[in-house]
C-alpha cells in the first residue's frame, strides 16, 4: 500500500529531514511505501489537516501553532518561557513527559486524529526591521504568528500588534511592509530567508517550536498490531534522529545567515532584557486557562510536572 504523509517543510528543513528517516524505516521493515509531499505542494497547514481528517492523506505534520482552533489545549506550546532551551533536557522531555505521550493523544484523538510523535525543532528568534531590546521597541510593529490564538495574546503580551498569517503570505508581508515582524527557528530564518526581508534577530529564550506527526485515526485504526507497532518504530527511529541532526543547526544556520548578509544585527537578550517578557508570560498563561478550562489547566500542570522531572 502507499500512504502518504504531508508536512510543513522543505524536504531539507527539520520536518522534511523527519518524514525522511520515518520513510526509510518504514520501507525498510514493511511493504508499504511512503510518498511525502512537502510544503507547497498540496496547500497550507489548514488544506493539509483537512485532507488528513478526511482520510486522503495518512499522515500529516502539523505544528500546534496551526492546531490551536481545532485543539486548544495545543496552545500550551504558546506559554512563554515554559520549554527549557538546553536540547538535552528538551530531548528527554518529549520522549518521556505524560501530557505529551498519554494526555495529548487522547485530545487528539477526539478529532479523529491518532497523535504519534511531538517534537522539537529549535529556539524561536524574532525578526524585525529594528532592534527589540524591551517589549517597547515592539509598541506599533505588526508582527506575524501562526494562526494559533494564544500565540497572538503571547506577542499582545509582548507588545506587539501581532497578525495570524498562514506561512505562505509571510516573505510577502514583510517585503510589502504589510507586517514588519516574525518569530521562528534559526534554520528556518536561514532556509526561507527571512534575512533577506528584515534586519535584526533577536533571541529572548521565550520558545522552542515544537510539531506534530498524526495520522488518520480511522485508518490508523484499521491497520494490523504489526503495521502499527512498525509505525511507531519507525517514529521513535526518526525522533532519535531529529534530535540528533539538530545538534549544532542554530549556530550552523546563524553562521549560513551572516554569509548571505553580513549586515544582519543579532542581539541574544540578557537576562536583565529579558525580564519584562517573562514577566509577560503570567498573563499568557491565564489566558490559557481561560480559553480552555479544566482540561487545559489539568494539561498545564502535568505538563510542568514532568518539566520538573527534567530539568531538576
Ligand atoms: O512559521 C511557520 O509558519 C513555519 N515555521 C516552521 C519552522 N515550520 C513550518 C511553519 O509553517
Redesign the pocket.
Known amino acids: 500500500e502507499t500512504w502518504r504523509y504531508a508536512f ?2 522543505a524536504i531539507t528543513d527539520v ?1 522534511g529531514v523527519y518524514a525522511t528517516k520515518f520513510k526509510e524505516e518504514v520501507e525498510a521493515n514493511s511493504d508499504h511505501e511512503i510518498q511525502l509531499f512537502p510544503y507547497g505542494t498540496l496547500g497550507e ?1 489548514a488544506d493539509t489537516m483537512e485532507q488528513t481528517q478526511a482520510g486522503i492523506l495518512q499522515f500529516v505534520d502539523q ?1 500546534p ?1 496551526f492546531t490551536g482552533s481545532l485543539i486548544p489545549e495545543a496552545q500550551v506550546f504558546f506559554v512563554p518561557y515554559l520549554l527549557p532551551q538546553d536540547t538535552e533536557q528538551l530531548g528527554e522531555f518529549f520522549r518521556t513527559s505524560k501530557a505529551i505521550n498519554e494526555m495529548f493523544p487522547e485530545i487528539y484523538a477526539e478529532q479523529g486524529l491518532e497523535l504519534l510523535k511531538m517534537f522539537p ?1 529549535g529556539e524561536v528568534c524574532m525578526t524585525t526591521q529594528e532592534p527589540v531590546k524591551s517589549p517597547e521597541d515592539l509598541n506599533e510593529v505588526k508582527f506575524r504568528v ?1 494562526t494559533n490564538p494564544l500565540l497572538v495574546e503571547n506577542y499582545r503580551a509582548f507588545g506587539a500588534t501581532p497578525t495570524p498569517l498562514p ?1 505562505g503570505e509571510t516573505y510577502g508581508g514583510l517585503q510589502t511592509g504589510i507586517i514588519q515582524g516574525q518569530e ?2 534559526m534554520f ?1 530564518i536561514e532556509s526561507a530567508k527571512m534575512y533577506e526581508v528584515t534586519e535584526v534577530i533577536t533571541c529572548a529564550g521565550h520558545n522552542n ?1 515544537t510539531t506534530a506527526v498524526m495520522a488518520n485515526k480511522d485508518f490508523y485504526d484499521g491497520l494490523s498490531e504489526e503495521d502499527q507497532q512498525m509505525i511507531q518504530d519507525a517514529m521513535d527511529v526518526a525522533f532519535d534522529h531529529i534530535i540528533d541532526y539538530q545538534k549544532g543547526l542554530h549556530e550552523e544556520s546563524l553562521e549560513k545567515i551572516l554569509e548571505a548578509k553580513p549586515s544582519m544585527t543579532v542581539n541574544v537578550l540578557t537576562e536583565e532584557e529579558r525580564a519584562p517578557f517573562v514577566a509577560a508570560a503570567e498573563e499568557v498563561e491565564a489566558k490559557f486557562i481561560e480559553m480552555t478550562g479544566d482540561s487545559g489547566q489539568e494539561l498545564l500542570e502535568q505538563f510542568k510536572a514532568d518539566l520538573a522531572a527534567v530539568t531538576e
Open positions: 510543513e517543510e520536518q497547514s505544528s501553532g525543532e501562526m506561512w521562528n527557528p528556518w517550536f
